[in-house]
């Protein structure tokens, strides 16, 4: 069992810099596969980035070159750090833990998300 607690979320103006945290406790957090999804009202949930547990990340084309992700395990936590922000980037954010299991089964964790919004 995983516990996932989001924080960072605020009110910022268009071009502007925000770095959320995803702080985790109840298991070993380097195992897993962490990410950032997020959800607009009228939206469907969007993947945002990803970093595995080996460190290797990857990044939505519609944030890339702004927004990176990364990790620290002895911290149990992952940060993502969003610049040059957008008003199409205003979202409630989701912090995500995947552990695989194999045979197509894992385990999933999810925290209670933080919001963002981009507005002058």
């Known amino acids: 069992q995983v516990q996932l607690v989001e924080s960072g979320g605020d009110l910022v103006q268009p071009g502007g810099s925000l770095r959320l945290s995803c702080a985790a406790s109840?298991?070993?957090?380097?195992?897993?596969?962490m990410r950032w999804y997020r959800q607009s009202p009228g939206k469907q949930r969007e993947l945002v980035a990803t970093?595995?547990?080996?460190?290797?990340?990857n990044i939505a084309d519609s944030v890339k070159g702004r927004f990176t992700i990364s990790r620290d395990n002895a911290k149990n936590t992952v940060y993502l750090q969003m610049n040059s922000l957008k008003p199409e980037d205003t979202a409630v954010y989701y912090c995500?833990?995947?552990?695989?299991?194999?045979?197509?089964?894992?385990?999933?964790?999810w925290g209670q998300g933080t919001q963002v919004t981009v507005s002058s």
């Open positions: 109840g298991s070993i957090f380097s195992i897993y596969d």
């Open positions: 995500n833990a995947e552990y695989k299991l194999g045979n197509g089964r894992s385990l999933d964790y």
């Open positions: 970093i595995t547990n080996s460190g290797s990340t």
